[in-house]
């Protein structure tokens, strides 16, 4: 496995996502390594990137891959980028394990 895109913090986790809008579907992909090093989490939303309708949708299939409410995930970092940052709120042993059991670590 390339890496963890996760790492835990304070209240939930945070994790590095590679975001391809208008992907056909919306599904993870697993976990790539950047040309600098870091691992991320692929993913692919059908919402075109229009408007904030990507990030909203790689919000939601984040929040439901986890089983956390959708209120919980946010983006905070890489808005209008393909590499972007999302804040997870949660008990982070939890979270992990969820993403674990995704096998994304």
Do not use: H, W, Y
């Not at 056909?24 to 992909?29: E, F, L, P, S, V």
């Not at 075109?48 to 990030?55: I, L, M």
């Amino acid at each position: 496995m390339p890496g963890r895109p996760f790492e835990t913090a304070a209240g939930g986790l945070r994790l590095r996502v590679r975001l391809t809008p208008r992907g056909g579907r919306d599904a993870i992909d697993g976990v790539v390594v950047l040309d600098d090093g870091r691992a991320v989490m692929k993913a692919r939303v059908k919402a075109a990137p229009e408007r904030g309708a990507a990030n909203a949708a790689l919000e939601a299939l984040v929040a439901r891959a986890l089983d956390v409410p959708r209120s919980a995930v946010s983006v905070v970092k890489g808005g209008t980028s393909r590499i972007k940052l999302l804040t997870i709120d949660g008990d982070p042993a939890r979270l992990a394990k969820r993403i674990k059991a995704l096998g994304l670590e």
